[in-house]
């Protein structure tokens, strides 16, 4: 069975359309306003947990349990300058999703949003990590 050949304004090459320009990676990002206020969020919720923990360093014990067991038994002592562990991962996690989620961010924002809401929970666990080894927030 011979099929008729495609008619050639299939086969012809496109020629560009004078189609408005599409914005820039930073303009988009600068117009997504959920996506500013999570990424803020993370980032003050890491700089406040530094700034914490170098508020208490002083009065923190040395050396300090840093993880507990199943039965809450310290398996896992440390210095206390060890503490500092903790919001560095919360940096490196905030600083990770930022640089995987910019740059899909013009074909899957979704998938951008979901990072950096992602960063904004680690950093919230982390608070939470920090509050039951140091023993409160106050």
Same mark, same amino acid.
């Given at each position: ?33 959920? %996506?500013? $206020?999570?990424? /803020? @969020?993370? #980032?003050?919720? =890491?700089? &406040? !947990? ?5 508020? +208490? ?28 562990? %903790?919001? $560095?991962?919360? /940096? @490196?996690? #905030?600083?990770? =999703?930022? &640089? !995987? ?5 013009? +074909? ?28 409160? %927030?106050?």
């Amino acid at each position: 069975m011979n099929l008729p050949p495609p008619p050639p304004e299939i086969l012809a090459p496109r020629e560009e359309s004078a189609a408005e320009p599409q914005p820039s990676r930073l303009t988009l990002l600068a117009r997504d306003h959920a %996506l500013q $206020i999570l990424i /803020a @969020l993370a #980032l003050l919720g =890491n700089l &406040a !947990l530094f700034a914490y923990l170098g508020i +208490r360093f002083d009065a923190l014990p040395d050396p300090l349990p840093l993880h507990f067991d199943a039965a809450g038994l310290a398996d896992r002592i440390e210095s206390k300058s060890g503490i500092f562990g %903790l919001p $560095i991962i919360g /940096a @490196l996690v #905030l600083a990770l =999703n930022i &640089a !995987l989620g910019v740059p899909a961010h013009r +074909r899957e924002r979704a998938a951008t949003i979901l990072l950096a809401t992602g960063a904004l929970l680690a950093q919230v666990l982390l608070w939470f990590a920090v509050s039951s080894i140091i023993g409160g %927030l106050l």
